[in-house]
């Protein structure tokens, strides 16, 4: 006996939820990077330092640092990819799950070996990531949640209408 779909409202009703449960674990993902952003500017403020003059205590290293940019792109990146999944704009799935794909490809990549550029040496502790950190468990939940159900999404749904105006 063939199964019979579900009504057209009670499907729109689960791709809604659907949309809004990945933007909460896209948001999830950008507020783990949030606390390592920043890092690129290298020493933040001199008035931040705890001194009365103002002067860089010794210690505190000044000039670029690409890793923290890194985590400012994702930080971004996670963002906007949470309002185009909440949108519906189907359009951006594509580049969505190409950019959370190599996300958690490049984590557990890193647990090997060092990526130059990203990190020094290999952190074996990424495979024990459930067990790590709060942080780290949300953040690996959220990636390999995010990951299917945007997969899940590229193949059924169909969009928004607003992106059918754009």
């Not at 948001?27 to 952003?37: E, G, M, Q, S």
């Not at 002067?55 to 949470?82: C, D, H, M, S």
């Not at 490809?105 to 550029?117: C, D, K, N, R």
Request: proline residues 4%.
């Amino acid at each position: 006996m063939a199964k019979k779909a579900a009504p057209k409202g009670r499907r729109e009703c689960i791709v809604h939820w659907g949309r809004f449960i990945m933007a909460i674990f896209a948001i999830l993902i950008a507020a783990t990077h949030l606390p390592y952003a920043g890092l690129s500017a290298g020493g933040g403020s001199p008035h931040n330092n705890g001194s009365s003059t103002g002067t860089k205590p010794a210690g505190i290293q000044l000039g670029f640092q690409a890793l923290g940019l890194w985590f400012e792109i994702e930080t971004i990146a996670y963002t906007v990819i949470a309002v185009v999944f909440l949108l519906g704009i189907r359009r951006w799935y594509g580049a969505a799950v190409v950019f959370n794909a190599f996300n958690v490809v490049i984590y557990f990549l890193s647990g090997y070996m060092a990526i130059p550029g990203i990190t020094p040496m290999a952190f074996g502790s990424r495979f024990a990531a459930l067990g790590a950190s709060l942080s780290g468990t949300v953040l690996i939940i959220s990636w390999i949640a995010l990951l299917i159900l945007s997969l899940v999404f590229l193949k059924y749904d169909k969009g928004s209408e607003l992106e059918k105006e754009i």
